[in-house]
């Protein structure tokens, strides 16, 4: 059993940065591919960034050169940093995991990740 917990969200000003952690408990030694996922209100969750086991990472055409997802194993612990926030970045972010270790692409496998965490809020002002 894997439990993921968010922290680090809250509100800024367009243009601001903030670090989203993912800390993951339990049986983590397996775990291959990670992401985040963020759902505005009214909308689909949507896949924000992945990152595989071997640190490759994508990311969704609207963050590309904003943010930066890493992961830290001796620490399971996700991370993803926003820089130069937009209001449309608004939302509930989720951190998400799973035991494959290929095709982690937030974007296209989506509803392949198993493991999810609660979400932290994002509220971006403009």
């Known amino acids: 059993q894997v439990q993921l917990v968010e922290s680090g969200g809250g509100s800024v000003q367009a243009g601001g940065s903030l670090r989203l952690s993912c800390a993951a408990y339990?049986?983590?030694?397996?775990?291959?591919?990670m992401g985040w996922f963020r759902q505005a209100p009214g909308k689909e969750r949507e896949g924000v960034a992945s990152?595989?086991?071997?640190?490759?990472?994508t990311y969704a055409d609207s963050v590309k050169g904003r943010f930066t997802i890493s992961r830290d194993n001796a620490k399971n612990t996700l991370y993803l940093q926003m820089n130069s926030l937009k209001p449309e970045d608004t939302g509930t972010y989720y951190c998400a995991a799973d035991y494959r270790y290929s095709n982690c692409d937030s974007s296209k496998y989506r509803f392949t990740y198993k493991l999810w965490g609660q979400g932290t809020q994002v509220t971006v002002s403009s």
């Open positions: 339990g049986n983590t030694y397996s775990i291959g591919c």
């Open positions: 990152i595989s086991s071997v640190d490759y990472t």
